[in-house]
């Protein structure tokens, strides 16, 4: 799984900064700055749960016990950066309003994501 999670980091990390420079590039003139201000918002939260996922996998591969719980918690992170960030990107694209009332399960899932690696972390050696 920790192979799995770091093409998955890498790919979260590498689209997150293309994503910030099409923001400021391309969508700058397109969208209103609030839109802009929601594209920026999906993508700075891509980069943060990127870096988490990275770190998840560093403690994959040293850890002895605990691994439920940090794949768990990657998990809970590649599906929070799917929900909160996807639907960020396609409300300030679209304009769908309804998309906003998706994102909090994202957040949820970041959460969820979080909590298992708080509680992992107490196994580690």
Request: proline share 1%; charged share 10%; aromatic share 10%.
């Amino acid at each position: 799984m920790s192979q799995i999670f770091l093409a998955i980091a890498s790919i979260l990390g590498g689209t997150s900064v293309a994503a910030g420079a099409f923001a400021s590039h391309a969508l700058k003139e397109k969208l209103n700055d609030r839109a802009l201000e929601i594209f920026e918002t999906g993508a700075r939260y891509q980069m943060y749960h990127a870096l988490a996922l990275l770190l998840v996998t560093l403690l994959l591969l040293r850890a002895e016990t605990n691994q439920s719980l940090l794949t768990a918690s990657g998990i809970a992170f590649v599906v929070g950066v799917a929900i909160f960030s996807g639907s960020l990107y396609a409300l300030s694209l679209s304009g769908i309003k309804w998309l906003g009332a998706i994102t909090p399960l994202g957040g949820v899932a970041f959460l969820i994501g979080w909590g298992c690696l708080a509680i992992a972390s107490w196994g580690l050696k």
